[in-house]
Structure formats: structure tokens, C-alpha cells
């Protein structure tokens, strides 16, 4: 008999009220951010050129444990929230694995990602401050329709900078998001100073997260009444996503299990950041000692392998300097398909948890392996899951073969960010047996070090 349904459904009353700021239960904070041109730390006056006002202060605040949800974002989560956490009993028995696995399901939106929690709230502070335009970038796609959505939802124009390989691969991507009303370009492109300066240095490039960011905050800087968004990597987008982890906790609670591991995958650190955070604060104030593993895309290694120094957090270095597991701003990722993990960089808060031993293990696994992972999910528990997702997947997988190993029935959670109806190019490379592990080597990572910049006091 099952005791656990397979969905662990909450109540509309049962949606976070307010997010939770993983920061004021941290035991040390991460180091500020700095401005490029001085190497002095940043206040939060210095970033309401780039970024609306609530979010620059969000961005700022060590100290509130808790923050309000405004009411008009609640009733946007109510459209596509709660998210079920659903028991992988298919799973388990498919592996024969005596480990109980859950995982948190954010692809029930037509973004098809965890992405939609951050826009709402970033859409709806531009409008509140009275702005009528944002810029952002996007990777694989997911962001840029979120956001998206939420422009349209709350009347705001939006140009994206899409990177020219997702662009080239996924073009019904861009129809969705004009669908919504928002303007596309492929990064880089001719329409901004950043943009031309790395197509005249990389004619080639098939553009980077990095550079489509740069192009972003220009655009923002230099037009009237428009502010620049980002999806992941900064603390107020880590505080926005803490809803995952909230709703998890209490949809747990319900069923008396509470996790041994937690897993997710990591391109900015958003949502690793958001499912694990509730659990985190056990850990940070003693209550509980959950095993955190974050998943990357060997391909991109940003913390098994990266350094942990101050870099931009874009390519054509315009923006403020980040404390962060980093490859380089100018690291170019091989083309990879996990176009959501392709991120030079790492989100400062999790960089700090990962550095101080706060979050556990960070793990690399290649894509092929990724997307054997991604094949058997699918087959059995009827969801056809995000290439980003699926590193998450593999390594939960992973671990309850441990567990049938050792004998042990430990509870696993994992973060399902996202499903993978535009990822088909991939799915079918693996099924023609064409896809590839590209892995960079030491040389190629010295490279991307080669352009950290020299801050000074910054220890190597
Ligand atoms: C963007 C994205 C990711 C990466 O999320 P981060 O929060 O940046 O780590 C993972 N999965 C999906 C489906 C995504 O769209």
C-alpha cells in the first residue's frame, strides 16, 4: 500500500506569503560588489542606474529574515502555483532502490521553468516604480519567456538578447516570447557598442550568457524609463526562488519526511538556491544537517573547477565586480545543450555557502550521461524533463544506487526545474548517437582565468 500519494498537492493558502532571505541566518556574507572602475564597494544607490529600486535594496539586505510577497504578485503565483513535489515511486522501483525519492516539478507553466517565480516579482517593481521597459538575456530560452510573461501580465516593453546558438537552435522560442509581445535579438549583435566590440574579437561566436548580458545592461543604461533584469546568480533572484524551498518544507512536513540529500542543478545558482534555502536555515542554525549537491554541466565547471575570485559578471565588462566560483567573463563555453547551465559564473551567496562547506558537493557530470538520465525519468515518471533538469536527475539517480548499494533508504530531493519541449535538437542528437562529452581542458580553462580581472587584495 502507498502512504504517500504520488502528488503532494498544498492549498492556494498554503503558497508562501513571504520569501525567505537565506542571507540573514548565513554566519558570514559574501564580499560586496564592487565597482570596476574604483574596486570600492557598491551601495545600493550605485546600482539604481541598472537595476529598479526595490530589487537594488532586496539585492542589498543581509538583515530581514523574511520579506512580504506584494499582494498582486501572490495572486500571479495563485495562476501557476502551488507546485506539486511529487514521490518518484516509478522511478525507485525501476532502479530498485530502497531510497525514497521526491522531487519539486516548477515546468507546470507555459515558460516551462522555475524562471517564472523571479519575473513576476521583477516585472512588478519595474511597474510599481513607474518604468515602462526592461532588457534581459537569455540562454536557452526559458528566462526570456518568463520574462515574457511577465511583462505582458503587468504592460512593460521587453527586449531580450537571445545567445545566436539557442537563438539558431530553438526558434520557436522566439515565437513564444513574441507571442507575449517581446522583442528578440541575437547576441551578440550590431545593435549595441558591447555587442560589436566581441563580434570584432570572436567574429564566430555562437555568444555567451556573458555577452548577452552586456548587450542588456547597455540597452538599460542608455534608454529612458528601462531597467535590466537577471534570471539568476544575484541575491534577489535567489530570495524570489526561496519559494520553491518553502513550499517543499511545508509539503514534507505534511507526509513527516524530511530530506538526507538535496539536490540540484546549477547554471546561476537560482534555483538550487531557492529549493535548498528553507532546508539551509536548518543547517545554518543547527536543526537539521541535510547533504546539499550541486550539479553543473561538465562542460562548464564553474565550481569543481573554477576559481573563486571577483570577476564581472559579463563578457564585455560593464557590470559590477562579484565575489564568485568563476571560469573567466571571456570563458566561452563549448556548444552544449544545457544552454541554462552555460554561466561563467556562480551565484555570490552560493559561491559563499560552497566555499565556508555550507553546501556539500558540487559535481560535473557529461552530457551524455545527462541525457541516459533524462531517457529513463522520462519513461518513468511520464515527464519529459529540461536538459538542465536532468543533471539533477542523474545525480539523484546516482545517489539512490548508493543507497541500493549500501542498504540504506535514505530521502532524496531534487529540484525538476523545467521541461524540455524545445530541447528536441538535443534529445535527438542523443538518440542518433551523435552527441558528445566536450570537456575543456586545463589550457582552455587557463584561458578564461587569463581574463579575471586584477582587483587589488584579491588573493589568487
Ligand atoms: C535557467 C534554468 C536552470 C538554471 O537555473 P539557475 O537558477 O540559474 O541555476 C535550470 N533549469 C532550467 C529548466 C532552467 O530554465
Known amino acids: 500500500m502507498r502512504k504517500v500519494p504520488y502528488r503532494i498537492y498544498l492549498s492556494e493558502e498554503q503558497i508562501p506569503k513571504q520569501w525567505y532571505n537565506i542571507k540573514a541566518d548565513m554566519k558570514a556574507q559574501h564580499e560586496p560588489l564592487l565597482n570596476p572602475g574604483t574596486g570600492k564597494p557598491l551601495e545600493e544607490k550605485d546600482l539604481y542606474p541598472i537595476f529598479c529600486e526595490t530589487l537594488a535594496h532586496q539585492e542589498m539586505n543581509a538583515a530581514d529574515r523574511y520579506m512580504d510577497i506584494p499582494e498582486e504578485i501572490q495572486e500571479y503565483y495563485k495562476i501557476y502555483r502551488p507546485s506539486p513535489l511529487i514521490r518518484a515511486y516509478n522511478l525507485e522501483k525501476a532502479l530498485d532502490t530502497p531510497a525514497r525519492i521526491y522531487y519539486k516539478f516548477e515546468g507546470n507553466n507555459t515558460s516551462g521553468s522555475h524562471k517564472l517565480n523571479s519575473a513576476v516579482a521583477q516585472a512588478y517593481y519595474a511597474k510599481e516604480q513607474g518604468l515602462t521597459a526592461l532588457t534581459t538575456e537569455t540562454g536557452a530560452g526559458q528566462w526570456g519567456t518568463a520574462l515574457s510573461m511577465a511583462?505582458?501580465?503587468?504592460?512593460?516593453?521587453?527586449?531580450?538578447?537571445?545567445?545566436?546558438?539557442?537563438?539558431?537552435?530553438?526558434?520557436?522560442?522566439?515565437?513564444?516570447?513574441?507571442?507575449?509581445?517581446?522583442?528578440?535579438?541575437?547576441?551578440?549583435?550590431?545593435?549595441?557598442?558591447?555587442?560589436?566590440?566581441?563580434?570584432?574579437?570572436?567574429?564566430?561566436?555562437?555568444?555567451?550568457?556573458?555577452?548577452?548580458?552586456?548587450?542588456?545592461?547597455?540597452?538599460?543604461?542608455?534608454?529612458?524609463?528601462?531597467?535590466?533584469?537577471?534570471?539568476?546568480?544575484?541575491?534577489?533572484?535567489?530570495?524570489?526562488?526561496?519559494?520553491?524551498?518553502?513550499?517543499?518544507?511545508?509539503?514534507?512536513?505534511m507526509i513527516d519526511e524530511y530530506p538526507d540529500i538535496v539536490i540540484g542543478c546549477?547554471?546561476?545558482?537560482?534555483?538550487?538556491?531557492?529549493?535548498?534555502?528553507?532546508?539551509?536555515?536548518?543547517?545554518?542554525?543547527?536543526?537539521?544537517?541535510?547533504?546539499?549537491?550541486?550539479?553543473?554541466?561538465?562542460?562548464?565547471?564553474?565550481?569543481?573547477?573554477?576559481?573563486?575570485?571577483?570577476?564581472?559578471?559579463?563578457?564585455?565588462?560593464?557590470?559590477?565586480?562579484?565575489?564568485?566560483?568563476?571560469?573567466?567573463?571571456?570563458?566561452?563555453?563549448?556548444?552544449?545543450?544545457?544552454?541554462?547551465?552555460?554561466?561563467h559564473g556562480m551565484s555570490p551567496t552560493l559561491s559563499k555557502l560552497y566555499h565556508d562547506g555550507y553546501l556539500d558537493e558540487a559535481r560535473a557530470v557529461e552530457q551524455t550521461r545527462v541525457f541516459e538520465a533524462a531517457a529513463l525519468f522520462a519513461r518513468q515518471e511520464s515527464i519529459l524533463p529540461a536538459p538542465e533538469s536532468a543533471h539533477a536527475i542523474r545525480a539523484a539517480v546516482d545517489e539512490a544506487l548508493k543507497c541500493k548499494e549500501a542498504g540504506q533508504a535514505k530521502t532524496i530531493l531534487f529540484g525538476l526545474t523545467g521541461t524540455g519541449y524545445f530541447d528536441m535538437t538535443a534529445y535527438a542528437s542523443f538518440h542518433d548517437g551523435v552527441m558528445n562529452d566536450s570537456i575543456p581542458t586545463d589550457a582552455d580553462l587557463e584561458k578564461g582565468f587569463a581574463s579575471l580581472p586584477k582587483v587589488p587584495g584579491q588573493e589568487e
Open 266 to 343: 546549477a547554471g546561476g545558482g537560482s534555483n538550487l538556491g531557492g529549493l535548498m534555502s528553507a532546508f539551509m536555515q536548518d543547517k545554518l542554525t543547527g536543526k537539521a544537517n541535510p547533504y546539499f549537491i550541486a550539479v553543473e554541466p561538465a562542460s562548464c565547471p564553474t565550481l569543481t573547477r573554477g576559481r573563486y575570485a571577483y570577476d564581472f559578471c559579463d563578457t564585455g565588462r560593464i557590470t559590477p565586480l562579484a565575489k564568485m566560483y568563476t571560469l573567466g567573463c571571456e570563458f566561452q563555453p563549448s556548444p552544449n545543450h544545457a544552454g541554462g547551465l552555460r554561466y
Open 151 to 253: 511583462c505582458a501580465y503587468f504592460g512593460l516593453d521587453l527586449t531580450v538578447y537571445m545567445v545566436k546558438t539557442s537563438f539558431n537552435q530553438k526558434p520557436y522560442r522566439k515565437s513564444v516570447m513574441q507571442t507575449f509581445g517581446a522583442n528578440i535579438i541575437p547576441s551578440p549583435s550590431d545593435t549595441t557598442e558591447a555587442g560589436r566590440a566581441i563580434l570584432e574579437k570572436f567574429p564566430e561566436t555562437g555568444g555567451s550568457l556573458g555577452c548577452a548580458i552586456s548587450e542588456a545592461v547597455e540597452t538599460a543604461v542608455k534608454t529612458q524609463g528601462c531597467r535590466y533584469v537577471l534570471g539568476s546568480v544575484l541575491d534577489q533572484v535567489l530570495l524570489h526562488q526561496s519559494v520553491i524551498g518553502l513550499e517543499s518544507k511545508t509539503a514534507m512536513e
